[in-house]
């Protein structure tokens, strides 16, 4: 009888072992709305699609969508170690930047808060992914092609993959954005997705 029992046991481990995703490792996606899904349906937003081409491709990663709308570059510097310590991700993918660019902050300031968040990802032994963006040219020459070259200063500095702007290809097709003008229609998700893809799928190996 004990004897059954053991095998009983051992059985439903081996159902439970047989169940369980052997995930290679978590993707972290530290971004504001452009990535938490404002204005989207549940599952519609690029990290949610990352997901499923994950499934796709046959790669064991989860995606851990950790956006937040209207976050700035010193709001996730602030939050990311926690994360870090709570997800252990294999690969950060630093999407922030567009809400410091808005409200017009400096871009010395910008720059010092991605620099330390990617020393905290590469601190915990994660791969780094920058994701890059452009301001209107309402905010001057001067402002915006610093705010933009900030994002290959950094990618440069620390040799890492950069997608210089996640809205490459349609940001002049205004029927891809909401009504704000700002946030990407859920047509507009699978190419942001794929302009992020080309940089991410490398970090994956």
Known sequence: MRLFSLLLRHAALGLLLVA???????????????SAGYGLQAGEAWPSLLQERLRKEKLPHRVVNASISGETTAG??????????????????????????????????????????????????????????????????????AFEASFRDIAHANRLRLVPFMMEGFAEQ????????????????????????RELKPLLR
């Open 174 to 197: 205004r029927r891809l954005f909401q009504q704000d003008g700002i946030h990407p229609t859920a047509e507009a998700q699978p190419l942001i997705l794929d302009t992020i893809w």
């Open 76 to 145: 996730g510097r602030s939050r990311l170690p926690g994360a870090l310590q709570t997800h252990q991700p294999t690969v950060v993918v630093i999407e922030l930047g567009a809400n410091d660019g808005l409200r017009g902050l400096p871009v010395k300031t910008l720059q010092a808060n991605l620099q330390a968040m990617v020393d905290a990802a590469r601190g915990h032994g994660a791969k780094v992914l920058l994701v890059g963006m452009r301001m209107p040219p309402n905010y001057g020459p001067a402002y915006t092609q």
């Open 20 to 34: 369980a995703p052997a995930w290679a490792g978590s993707i972290l996606v530290w971004g504001d709305s452009l």
